[in-house]
Structures are given as C-alpha cells and as structure tokens.
C-alpha cells in the first residue's frame, strides 16, 4: 500500500524511524523504456528546524531549502559536494515550520542490474549504501525536487509503500544513533538504523545496508 500524506504529517524523528523497512520505488526510463527499480529503508536520518543546528532549514527560507518548509510528501532534492544528490522526503507536525527525513541507504530488491550499470560496480553492497550512491543508482536528480509523492493523480512512478513481506520473513528492529557528517546537533540520535534478526541466532545486527557500519 502506497504511503499517504498522513503517514508524513507527524514529528520528523518518529517519521524517520518509522520509514525503516518502508519501500522506495521508483521507475526509471533507460533506453526509452521504464524499468522498476526498489528497495527497502534500511538507514534515515531526521532534520528539523529552529531546534536543529544542523538542517539546512535552521536560519532561514532560501530558494535551495524551500521544499523543506513546503508540503508534507514532497521530495527535498539537493546537490552537494559538486557530485551527489540527496533524497529527502518533507515531514513534520503542525507545529514545525519545516523539516525532512534524509534517507541514507536502501536494500534493493528490484531492477538491480539497472543499479549496477548507473553505479558501475557489481558489488551490491556499494549501490545504494549512502546518499549519492542511492541517488545515482535510482537516477535522482535535482529535476526531482518539490515532487508529491502521495498524490496518484499525477505521480504514478516515484514513490513509498509499505512493505508487508518484511514483517512476516524479516525480523527487525529500529535502533538510534547520533547522525553522520555534520560537526552541530551532534547530540540528536536522529539517525535511525535497522537491526535484522539472523535466522540461526536469532540475534538482532545491524543491516548490511548501510552507509556506515554500526
């Protein structure tokens, strides 16, 4: 079932941790023809407002941070390092003035030959373990940003669901840790990270989908 705009209209943290084992899906045209590629969350982190130095929303409404204050649902696409785009998804309560979930790693599940042509390596662990290497292996580009992912009538091929399979086969758990790469609001353990129970040992470890290993 494809996810809501209601889904998105909560605290950004707890959207955060509960886009963990959700589905990303997105069609891709390659070649003239559209191909389905996916993957299930393994890795997010939240991003708020005037509470968190470390969001670009923190200072103020400008042209690039905008989506950040726009619609719940929407996509909040930016380019940093001159070679990496980073998905984002607009979240919050009521009571934000904005806020995003930046999601950091996938599992892919479909169209993973498609993946590893964009991302030029056969090693599965490197497509989609990080931001960049998410967005190049979907195609996610700045084109993409301010884009409803809830609404059908108009987005039938970008977007989350959920993902009912995982509950019955897959075992997890969602653990808090403090985010990555940023040198303010280190104390926010806004980084959510899934922990998959091993058939044999039932032991809860970390996913090997992540773009850092916890």
Excluded at 78 to 97: E, K, M, P, T
Aim: charged letters at 20%; proline letters at 2%; hydrophobic letters at 35%.
């Amino acid at each position: 079932m494809r996810l809501k705009k209601s889904f998105f209209e909560n605290e950004t943290p707890k959207v955060a941790s509960s886009l963990i084992g959700k589905v990303l899906i997105k069609y891709t045209n390659f070649m003239g023809n559209y191909f389905k590629t996916s993957g299930i969350i393994t890795e997010t982190e939240a991003y708020g407002n005037t509470d968190d130095p470390a969001s670009h929303a923190y200072k103020r409404l400008t042209l690039r941070n905008a989506a950040m204050f726009g619609e719940v649902g929407r996509l909040y696409i930016y380019f940093i390092y001159g070679n990496h785009h980073c998905l984002n998804i607009v979240a919050r309560n009521h009571d934000q003035l904005a806020g995003a979930v930046l999601i950091r790693s996938i599992e892919p599940i479909e169209g993973i030959s498609l993946m590893k042509l964009f991302r030029k390596t056969e090693n599965i662990y490197n497509l989609t373990t990080g931001p960049g290497r998410l967005a190049q292996a979907f195609k996610i580009t700045i084109k993409h940003n301010n884009l409803d992912v809830t609404n059908t009538a108009i987005n039938n091929y970008f977007y989350f669901e959920e993902n009912e399979s995982i509950y019955q086969y897959h075992k997890f758990k969602v653990a808090q840790t403090i985010r990555i790469g940023i040198s303010t609001g280190i104390e926010k353990k806004w980084r959510y990270i899934m922990l998959r129970q091993d058939r044999h040992s039932l032991q809860y470890q970390p996913s090997k989908f992540l773009s850092k290993r916890s």
